[in-house]
């Protein structure tokens, strides 16, 4: 008999399955507009541009969209309970600057995000593109957060034809 | 010939293959170790207790284990930029209070659990036990978060059998 349409033989344990699926999702699908300030934004202007936005993390930009840095709610909850004024003490103190942040590219799947926020212990990863690979300039393009793996998670529960 | 070990025939759409997996999958196998303050704890001490515990997210608690309130980096982030001084402001003005949490139980599956940390916009659930039906007391006994998911998801894309 032929098999119906939609149906099919799957010739591998359970665990394979799943693990193929969630390896053909890609980022650039999956992915959220980047919220961006400037270096120069204090830091409660950075607090209050992430409640107006509701997002935990922003991404610093240089000439709008190059990477310079990430700054999450944990990094400015920090100088917020210093002794510094939040007014005028600059974002860019408080974050995590270039080269040590960890990215993501709109080609990468979605585990190998998920891998990413698991293994270096982040909420959000910057989805970039390679502006110049000799000055290492990435632009921003995307955030890729716990908030998207959550997202699909509940995509894939909800058992749409995927 | 017999079906070898390990592998068998799935007659269903794959979406729905995932679907039910993640429903396989129960809160109290994934859950982690709750982190707690009382209602009385500065909000100054209650994010000293987030940075050295390494968590997002609080549960306030009455008699060592009764669930009172759930507070979030967003709520001591924003007591912070206020006026009031943090180490005078004690945690129960900041957090979200009992009736209006947003719980899960050990028995619920993870899809649930991520629909609820979804449609709630929230970072973490407190994971309950009913100790007392008609009061409404809730025994915490766990926490769920949106990293909780990310790990699992990690977990489903290293593709080993489940």
């Known amino acids: 008999a032929r098999p119906r349409v939609g149906y099919f033989y799957v010739g591998k344990p359970m665990g394979e399955v799943i693990a193929d699926q969630l390896r053909k999702m890609k980022v650039k699908d999956y992915k959220s507009v980047p919220v961006v300030v400037s270096e120069g934004t204090s830091v409660y202007d950075a607090i209050v541009t992430m409640f107006l936005e ?71 990863l910057p989805v970039v593109r390679v502006m110049d690979a000799h000055n290492k300039q990435l632009e921003v393009v995307g955030r890729f957060t716990k908030t998207t793996i959550a997202r699909i998670f509940v995509e894939l529960g909800s058992g749409r034809d995927i």
Chains 1, 2 share one sequence.
Do not use: C, H, W
Not at 75 to 83: M, P, R, S, T
Not at 85 to 114: F, H, K, Q, S, W
């Open 54 to 124: 509701d997002v935990g993390t922003l991404f610093v930009v240089r000439d709008q969209a190059v990477l310079a840095g990430v700054v999450s709610r944990k990094d400015l909850l920090k100088v917020a309970i210093g002794a510094q004024d939040v007014r005028e003490v600059p974002v860019g103190l408080a974050m995590t600057r270039m080269p040590n942040i960890i990215v993501v590219t709109p080609e990468e799947n979605v585990y190998e995000a998920a891998t990413k926020l698991i293994d270096y212990q982040i909420d959000a």
